[in-house]
T-cell receptor, first 112, second 115 residues
Framework: QQQVKQSPQSLIVQKGGISIINCAYE??????FPWYQQFPGKGPALLIA?????SEKKEGRFTISFNKSAKQFSLHIMDSQPGDSATYFC???????????FGTGTRLTVIP | DTAVSQTPKYLVTQMGNDKSIKCEQN?????MYWYKQDSKKFLKIMFS???????INETVPNRFSPKSPDKAHLNLHINSLELGDSAVYFC??????????????FGQGTRLTVV
């Protein structure tokens, strides 16, 4: 079954706007929640990651918000730029299990 | 100085053939993965390999087999290829040496087309 659920499937945002992508999980053993960015023809690359004892992590224009009780986390892209247009994946991992499960992906398009 | 390299980048083959995709990482990581990305961009983990321990996703057909000659290489062998195997296959490696030291570094992918 899908270990990590992600929405929306696609997102169109105006330049300068805020992009928000949401993810949810069930397995409480997950202890690492990264976001990956993938451009066409390339492999995914790590964007930002958070651990479950932190509610928010910010790196530049990218912020992860984490709600442990709801088992949800989200990616916020502030001041979205056309260069941010890509597919974004949330993921979850357990240190002892050696698995990294990905969400279904969100295709973000930022319109100039 | 590519960190994770896969060969070939493109592979077109007929149904029923056997093929291999090679993966090499020069990052010194202990863990390597194979992922399948379908036409809808869904990234599905197929295998992970850490210190000679292989974890297999139970939904992967046994026509797929990973082979690791050494820590830096994890090759993917596919027997009796089927049309549904057409996808982009990604190799990745990760250090997994600490709580936040779990970044997965991906190769550029191998686009497999079965005709």
């Amino acid at each position: 079954q899908q270990q990590v659920k992600q929405s929306p499937q696609s997102l169109i945002v105006q330049k300068g706007g805020i992009s928000i992508i949401n993810c949810a999980y069930e397995n409480t053993a997950f202890d690492y929640f990264p976001w990956y960015q993938q451009f066409p023809g390339k492999g995914p690359a790590l964007l930002i990651a958070i651990r479950p004892d932190v509610s928010e992590k910010k790196e530049g224009r990218f912020t992860i918000s984490f709600n442990k009780s709801a088992k949800q986390f989200s990616l916020h892209i502030m001041d979205s730029q056309p260069g941010d247009s890509a597919t974004y994946f949330c993921a979850a991992d357990t240190i002892g299990a050696n698995n990294l499960f990905f969400g279904t992906g969100t295709r973000l398009t930022v319109i100039p | 100085d590519t960190a994770v390299s896969q060969t070939p980048k493109y592979l077109v083959t007929q149904m029923g053939n056997d093929k291999s995709i090679k993966c090499e990482q020069n990052l010194g990581h202990d863990t390597m993965y194979w992922y399948k990305q379908d036409s809808k961009k869904f990234l599905k983990i197929m295998f992970s390999y850490n210190n000679k321990e292989l974890i297999i996703n139970e939904t992967v057909p046994n026509r797929f087999s990973p082979k690791s000659p050494d820590k830096a290489h994890l090759n993917l062998h596919i027997n009796s290829l089927e049309l549904g195997d057409s996808a982009v296959y990604f190799c990745a490696s990760s250090p997994r040496t600490g709580w936040l030291m779990r970044e997965a570094f991906f190769g550029q992918g191998t686009r497999l087309t079965v005709v």
